[in-house]
DNA sequence: GTTAGCACTCCATTTGATTGAGTGCTAATA
DNA sequence: TATTAGCACTCAATCAAATGGAGTGCTAAC
């Protein structure tokens, strides 16, 4: 027995999954006949849709329940059945065109927007720094045992370290340090700074090598504190919007999952790291490496703040979310963001 | 009719407090009557039970209920009937002392802590700078168009501001700069710069006045936005413990409190401003000024990092929490808390 | 003043009946 | 051969009645 995907197939599992993305309730045989224009009777329909279960496309719930999507039949979906709606949003520009100077209230603001537009949870994370290239740096004294380093990095991320040192530095010292560390690190990325250079630059600090060492410790400290990127969510009441979340069993383990933050940024690393045309990525259900959302969707999307200064912005929401608009969203907001940045600089 | 509370009711009282505390079930005159060693039957505490219900001390979800206690009832608890437990929580030090530089990823600890320690959500507001005095001012140049100023205040709270100026500014004008605000500013508390001072200071830096006004105003700016306090709160999935507060309705409106966080921003205000000799507060039901929270108790105290620099802590769960145990664990925490900072510094 | 006892109330739980949506199958139809 | 009508069957959801139990309030006795 052979059973292969047909026109008509694929109409009802795509009419099957709309009506379901609307509802959140199974739908049945009788539904789908009046709704499509294929004007088959619901028992013609029955047949159809015993077939595609028996594909794994959808499957029911129990015994005379309609049926609803399975992971595999959204994934189709996703793929192959969804028409783009590039919906409202545009007040997006107004909002962010408010000049915001501190990155995580616009990040903020930014997950808010959608959380609120799309009624699901959204989530952000902090632009990675480590792809990013040193543009300054100043040492200061702060009093005689301690020194105050301020890294800035493009996108003017500013980075600040205290660091304890065992004598007073003179001024001409401090400024001798300041020109020596600007001209061998400004404009190299991160991970461009090596054991060699290091060893380069101790050399011409003379006796202050070991602050050398320090500042350059603190440096990469302070980076790699970034690394394990900053994800902010909002909107996590929105769960309760949907029956199929909202029992305190999962709604606990999700929004516990919000506050690990650690564990989107699994997520989110994957996404970074994932190249796909779009920069959109759709996990569905298990797909997602996060056991506690399981019964989630989460569509994420990388945008860039120029110069390879690249977050990632998602959204969360049932397996039944409305997969046009959210991605229709996101396009929208990254588009802004980089927007935004071209505006500013 | 004069009620008066008897040595008997409030024995009565408290029995009824503790037991709810620990089911959260009403209850009964037979429970109470086998509970206390007053040896009185059922029959007898009814009455009595009766009477403290007139009084307004408990009251009686419906006929045939057990009897639960009213705010005015967990009012009288806390500040009159309360043994203090000063329990556990000593782990606390061993964690914090976890050297731990970044401030806000230290007050996230805590929060977590209290949390997962109490099963309650705990809420932290980082620090208030603005009581607080300046340290050290640096300006530096990053390009021709912008400068830097990095203001240091007690505490090692450091804030980053950039500030575009028209033209380049040489570096001997910078160091003047430098050392003008410095010498004026330095070992000021923010609200003590007045515009006599400005004016002055203005004066002497001659041609480049104008720069100063944007950098006093980047300084005023950086402190006004802090002052919008920053509260993280930790554990919200613990509000699905207590039955009384995890319907959707409810969890919602409680969790969006907690993204909201300038709604709490108001409470830690209050605890703030509001002070009494233990800098513990409880806030039942209606006292809280946050009407999501009707159903909740917060206990908040203030913590202190030396030299003025004050934030707030709190705990927030059901009416029926262990307040002794949560006023333990605040008190235990604020201390380490102050520990900490004697050790840094 | 305290207690035992009893009638009463009301919630929570169970039980059973009913309803309705939905399926699968079969036989008739085009 | 594909489609449809019709029917029997299943099962969740809903509702009503029955039951049980916890708790109260009152009264009369101690």
């Given amino acids: ?18 009506n379901y993305l609307e509802t959140g309730e199974p739908v049945g045989s009788r539904t789908i006949s009046k709704y499509t224009d294929l004007n088959l009777s619901s028992a013609t329909i029955r047949n159809e849709m015993s077939d595609l279960e028996e594909m794994g496309y959808i499957v029911q719930p129990h015994t005379s329940a309609g049926r609803i999507p399975s992971d595999m039949g959204y994934r189709l979906y996703v793929d192959t059945m969804m028409e783009e709606k590039d919906r409202e949003l545009e007040e997006l520009k107004e909002m ?10 616009l990040l903020k603001q930014v997950a808010k927007l959608l959380a609120t537009n799309t009624n ?5 994370s902090a632009p990675a720094i480590h792809t990013n290239k040193i543009k300054f740096i100043q040492l200061s004294r702060m009093d005689a045992s301690q020194i105050l380093a ?17 004598e007073r530095l003179d001024d001409e010292t401090l400024l001798k340090l300041n020109i020596l560390l600007n001209t061998h690190l400004n404009g190299l990325a991160l ?34 504190a970034e690394e394990d990127l900053e994800v902010y969510t909002s909107g996590a009441n929105n769960i309760f919007k949907y029956p199929e979340l909202a029992d305190h069993q999962k709604a606990s383990e999700i929004i516990n999952t919000f506050e690990e933050s650690q564990m989107l940024t699994e997520l989110v690393q994957g996404t970074l790291s994932d190249e796909n045309s779009t920069g959109i990525q759709v996990y569905i ?20 703040l120029g110069e390879g200064m690249r977050g990632t ?3 969360i929401g049932p397996k039944r979310m409305d997969y ?9 907001i990254t588009h802004q963001l980089d927007e935004l940045y071209k505006n500013k600089t």
């Fill in 150 to 166: 301020v890294v800035v990095a493009e996108g003017n991320v500013i980075k600040n370290n205290i660091i304890p040192v065992p």
């Fill in 191 to 224: 991970e461009e700074i090596n054991l060699g250079m290091i060893s380069a630059i101790k050399q011409q600090a003379g006796i202050h090598s070991a602050i050398i060492a320090d500042v350059i410790d603190a440096i990469a400290e302070s980076i790699k």
């Fill in 313 to 315: 912005i998602g959204i």
């Fill in 120 to 124: 699901y949870v959204s989530m952000i």
């Fill in 324 to 332: 046009d608009k959210v991605i229709g969203a996101l396009k929208t």
């Fill in 285 to 304: 259900g298990n797909e997602t490496p996060i056991q506690a959302m399981k019964d989630c969707s989460v569509v994420t999307a990388t945008y860039e």
């Fill in 96 to 105: 962010m065109l408010e000049k915001e100077d501190k990155m995580d209230h």
């Fill in 1 to 18: 027995m052979e059973l292969q995907l047909s026109e008509r197939k694929i109409k009802i599992l795509q009419a099957i999954i709309r």
